[in-house]
């Protein structure tokens, strides 16, 4: 395999889980996976799935409307509200599921992002704080750890045939 970091915590008293990803790609073009819906939406889902956005206003105060869509057309939407965004260091949003008619199921979620790059290699700190145990506990359930392991992986390979399409 590789020597990149890959750190996923989870921890119940605290209701949040703790990701710190490392990724073989410079800090600009990390930041335009996380932060535009045509990179996003090749990456974002745990493979078979795959996700299909909506709607992307990526601002403080704008949103994603999102579904992972199954293989055969199951559709599981959420929002993603951003409340905060420093450019390629940092940004927040609250993460609800939602139905398709973006009627949001309450509680949600508080993401927090960090990015750094060091030595051409671009950490990603993903902080994650549910609302409710019930709701951290029913992500797990439905197979977040996995699932978010697999779609950090999809992005790595993603990110590695971005870089070499930079450089020819």
Known sequence: MNDLLFDFTVDKTTKTVFVDREFAAGLSLVWDAFTKQEILDQWWAPKPWSSKTKVMNFEPGGRRFYAMVSPEGQEHWSIQKYTSISPKTNFKFLN???????????????????????????????????????????????????????????LENLLATLSKSKKT
């Open 96 to 154: 609800t599921f939602a139905d398709e008619n973006e009627n949001p199921e309450l509680p949600g979620s508080e993401w927090d992002l960090n990015f750094n790059e060091e030595n051409g290699k671009t950490k990603v700190s993903v902080t994650i704080y549910n609302e409710s145990l019930e709701r951290m506990e029913k992500m797990i359930e439905m197979g977040f750890n996995e699932g978010f392991k697999m779609t950090m992986n999809n």
